[in-house]
């Protein structure tokens, strides 16, 4: 079964210091999104992208965030200087043509520490 | 925006019971209802949807109901395992011809089912 590869799998950074966390969505999907999970709390929506631009966002997503597809395959997340409240896990997730076939397919995550 | 109410936080049945999560949603124009499992440290799987032009679906011990008017939805297992312990997500999103809107999901329900 396709899956949605995201790595690193665990990254800690120093407060203040600019992370990309990568994915490589499903190759025939067109939506692409990244959620994140802070422990035992609930997965919420940061992103979505698609047709090589951000469909929507959440109030999470600011300035220190910003996403991008810079080749046919991969799809980023960059926090610009992270904070330490932005230690969760990230999912990346894809998605095809509404109809087609239904559901998200999620990545295993990165799990981001920020000290 | 929309948002998603999930209950109950907790759920602990005996091996061979049967649990309910329940889930509200707030936006009427939501028709999209995804149900994940999730085990601890590990991605978010889709295990059963729903869309709102249909009331009941089920695969195997798994079934989901949906009440448009109500706006509510519900997760029943039959015959719980004990490898159906996990966190349990509910979410809800607005599909249309051409696009796929983002996920909001409930805050969980952490499932313990006892040998």
């Known amino acids: 079964e396709p899956e949605v590869t995201q790595t690193p799998s665990h990254q800690v950074t120093q407060m203040g210091q600019e992370v990309i966390l990568r994915c490589v969505p499903i190759s025939n999907h067109l939506y692409f999104y990244w959620y994140r999970q802070i422990l035992g709390q609930k997965v919420e929506f940061l992103v979505s992208?698609?047709?090589?631009?951000?469909?929507?966002k959440s109030e999470i997503f600011d300035d220190q965030f910003s996403v991008e597809r810079p080749d046919g395959s991969n799809f980023t997340l960059k926090i610009r200087s992270t904070k330490l409240e932005d230690s969760a896990m990230y999912f990346c997730a894809s998605s095809d043509r509404t109809g087609v076939r239904n559901g998200y397919t999620f990545g295993s995550g990165t799990r981001l520490t920020v000290v | 925006g929309e948002n998603v109410e999930q209950h109950p936080s907790t759920l602990s049945v005996q091996e061979g019971d049967s649990a309910v999560i329940k889930c509200t949603y707030s936006d009427s124009a939501s028709n999209y209802f995804p149900w994940y499992k999730q085990e601890l440290g590990k991605r978010p799987q889709l295990i059963i949807d729903?869309?709102?032009?249909?009331g009941e679906k089920k695969d195997q011990r798994i079934a989901v109901t949906l009440n448009k008017t109500a706006k509510h939805f519900s997760l029943h297992i039959t015959e719980t395992q004990p490898e159906d312990s996990a966190v349990y997500f509910c979410a809800a999103s607005i599909q249309w011809r051409g696009s796929q809107g983002n996920l909001i999901f409930g805050k969980g329900t952490k499932l313990s089912v006892k040998p």
């Open positions: 992208f698609y047709n090589n631009e951000i469909s929507e």
């Open positions: 729903i869309r709102s032009n249909v």
